[in-house]
């Protein structure tokens, strides 16, 4: 009797540990930005609030106003879970998982609003705003520019 209660509680500890350490590996890494829809060729994640944009290999249309807090990213299935979004303390990062060099030629499109923005940096990217912002802007094989009629275009 005292050897399968002992062989009870070493399996229940055993499960137990292997849930815990299960959970942490699928939790979701810190400032990974959550799918709060998705659909065939697209994907809605909640971002929270951002003043610095990082893009890259990605069309950004960033309307500047009233900030939702939403992301709409747009590509084919195939690219669509290649892409990451993150929002680390106020930094909006969308582009490719690690070094992808597919998807080096913009073919997903991402859609949000943001409240202001002190920073872009376009890497390989294209980010398209709907007016004009007081913000650094950093280009390296990519283009910032204004035109409100292809953010609302786009949209």
Do not use: Q, W
């Not at 879970?81 to 992808?100: P, T, Y």
Request: charged letters at 25%; proline letters at 2%; a neutral charge.
């Amino acid at each position: 009797m005292k050897h399968s209660s002992t062989l009870l509680v070493f399996f229940v500890a055993l499960a137990l540990a292997f849930c815990t350490s299960s959970c942490i590996r699928l939790g979701r890494p810190a400032g990974k930005a959550a799918v709060a829809e998705c659909g065939p060729g697209y994907k809605v994640f909640d971002i929270g609030r951002f003043d610095r944009l990082h893009a890259s290999a990605v069309e950004v249309y960033v309307t500047v106003g009233e900030a939702d807090g939403k992301l709409r990213l747009e590509a084919d299935d195939a690219l669509i879970d290649r892409i990451e979004v993150s929002n680390r303390r106020g930094d909006l990062s969308i582009g490719a998982r690690g070094f992808d060099t597919a998807a080096h030629t913009p073919r997903a499109r991402a859609y949000v609003t943001a409240g202001t923005l002190r920073e872009i940096y376009a890497t390989s990217a294209r980010v398209v705003l709907d007016r004009e912002v007081d913000a650094e802007i950093y280009a390296t094989l990519g283009s910032v520019e204004v035109d409100s009629l292809a953010v609302h275009a786009a949209r």
